[in-house]
């Protein structure tokens, strides 16, 4: 079920848990600022998830929040991941959830890389 993004953060969360190391992950970057990681259940060849790791619920509350250095930090860390997997040249997708309509399920901010082959239109025709 998708969450509500103006819920306040809930620090059970399972990214959350992910970043305190209470459940594992497959790491790929992380800095001050974010963690990087793969999807469980991935959409393409590439699916890897990249977190702030400060506690912001959506996209929304972070860019109301976050100081300069955590977005900063944060957009920097994507574009690490991406080049990294070599999916500048090739190319790739990135895609924050926000909400219902967005059908965001983790109240986490996390942006989705996905890339390592075609990846279609943008959104499903209706
Ligand atoms: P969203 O719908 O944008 O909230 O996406 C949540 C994503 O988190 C989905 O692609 C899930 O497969 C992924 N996910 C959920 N639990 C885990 C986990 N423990 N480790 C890695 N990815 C996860």
Redesign the pocket.
């Known amino acids: 079920m998708p969450i509500d993004p103006t819920l306040p953060y809930d620090a059970g969360n399972?990214f959350a848990k992910?970043l305190r190391g209470e459940?594992p992950?497959n790491a790929v970057y992380e800095d001050d600022y974010a963690f990087a990681?793969?999807?469980?259940?991935p959409?393409a060849e590439v699916h890897t998830?990249v977190i702030p790791k400060g506690a912001y619920v959506s996209w929304d509350d972070f860019s109301a929040k976050a100081g300069d250095a955590e977005i900063a930090g944060f957009v920097r860390a994507i574009g690490e991941v991406a080049r990294a997997k070599g999916l500048v040249e090739p190319g790739y997708r990135l895609m924050a959830?926000i909400g219902a309509h967005g059908?965001?399920?983790?109240p986490h901010l996390?942006v989705?890389i996905f890339g390592g082959q075609p990846l279609g239109p943008m959104i499903c025709k209706r």
Do not use: K
């Not at 059908?103 to 983790?106: F, I, W």
């Open positions: 399972i992910i459940i992950s990681f793969e999807d469980i259940n959409q998830l959830n059908y965001q399920e983790v996390h989705h």
